[in-house]
């Protein structure tokens, strides 16, 4: 059996695989979106390490920022950003 932050990191993985298989098909609208639920799957994975739960768009800001600021690794929350603007990229089209 898997933990919570186990299936979050195995989602996170499928998705990026789905995004390699999406932009060969020239979709860049499905790509956008996989790549930011990827990215928000591994926040949420690596935070639930921490017994915390962050279920919307600015608790995982805050999540971002706050492993940035653990790990003193400033891309970790530029990454992060910039997985965001995909997720813009989707609902914008």
């Known amino acids: 059996m898997t933990s919570p932050t186990e299936e979050h990191t195995l989602i996170g993985h499928e998705l990026l695989a789905k ?9 860049l609208h499905q790509a956008s979106d996989k790549s930011w639920a990827a990215a928000a799957h591994e926040v949420k994975g690596l935070v639930e390490k921490r017994d915390r739960q962050y279920d919307d768009h600015r608790l995982l800001y805050q999540a971002a920022n706050l492993l940035a600021q653990e790990t003193t690794d400033r891309e970790v929350r530029t990454l992060f ?3 965001s603007a995909l997720h813009s990229n ?4």
């Open 19 to 27: 995004v390699e298989e999406v932009v060969t098909q020239d979709d």
């Open 90 to 93: 989707f609902h914008e089209n």
């Open 81 to 83: 950003n910039s997985a």
